[in-house]
């Protein structure tokens, strides 16, 4: 089953606003997804919910939410709520500020939701938004099943994904010991590491991309195992 989407969008046109808002909303979606998604009904087919910074409303616009939502049919499979950010100075706040703040506004957004939406009791949900506030927001996964066999040894590949950066690496089977990679930007790690496999040719490893765009337009993934690997 397709999963649902939780994402967000800015409106303002000044990028400096919201720096590293991205990286928040990539990561926060694959938070979102294990914690709440099975909680959510699919009867109204919606394929998105969505946080709507917006600059030029004062406060978040619960009642125009509300009129579109509450006990309505969900056009275009789009629940968007839209948050007033007109106070927020994004870049001042801290890690753990920038996770209350982004948690505040999803539980607006569900708390306003009416009984339909859920699968199980509304406060379910609010009690797994809670939980993950209070959690360390990184992932630590697999792009690729299969595993390196490089000098006798064996790596499993693994990104570590956190609101700062993206960080492809090989962990040694034997001792755990890690080897990195490259660094990504969180919020491009859907295109920019978006693999399907990968080949070794004597000591250079090489990751191959999924599609021919990636393929087309972006570096090469390449690494010297002789070089990285003491």
Same mark, same amino acid.
């Given at each position: 089953?397709? +999963? ?29 997804? /294990? ?9 109204? *087919? ?17 009642? #125009? ?12 499979? !789009?629940?968007n709520l839209y948050i007033s ?5 994004? +870049? ?26 859920f699968l199980t009791d509304k ?15 990184? !992932?630590?996964?697999? /792009? ?8 006798? &040894? ?30 990504? &930007?969180?919020? *491009? !790690?859907?295109?920019?590491? +978006?693999?399907? +496999? ?21 570096? /090469?993934? !390449?690494?010297?195992?002789?070089? #990285?690997?003491?």
């Open positions: 089953m397709r +999963n649902i989407w939780f994402t967000i969008y800015s409106s303002t046109k000044d990028d400096t606003k919201f720096i590293g808002l991205q990286n928040y909303r990539t990561l926060l979606e694959m938070l979102l997804i /294990p914690a709440i998604q099975d909680k959510i009904s699919r009867d109204k *087919k919606i394929q998105k919910y969505m946080l709507m910074f917006s600059n030029s409303i004062e406060d978040d616009n619960i009642e #125009l939410f509300k009129d579109l939502h509450y006990e309505k049919k969900v056009n275009d499979g !789009i629940v950010t007109k106070h927020i100075e994004w +870049n001042k706040l801290t890690e753990q500020e920038k996770k209350d703040f982004l948690i505040e506004k999803w539980k607006i957004l569900f708390n306003n939701l009416s009984d339909d939406y406060s379910e949900v609010i009690k797994s938004l809670e939980e993950l506030r209070e959690k360390d927001w990184k !992932i630590t996964s697999s /792009p690729l099943k299969k595993k390196l066999k490089y000098n006798k &040894e064996v790596y499993t590949i693994v990104m570590d994904i956190s609101a700062e950066k993206t960080e492809l690496a090989l962990v040694r089977d034997s001792d755990g010991k890690r080897f990195a990679l490259k660094d990504f &930007e969180t919020s *491009k !790690i859907q295109t920019d590491a +978006n693999f399907k +496999n990968f080949k070794l040719d004597g000591d250079i490893l090489t990751f191959v991309y999924s599609n021919i765009f990636n393929t087309m337009f972006e570096s /090469p993934a !390449i690494f010297d195992l002789k070089e #990285l690997i003491q």
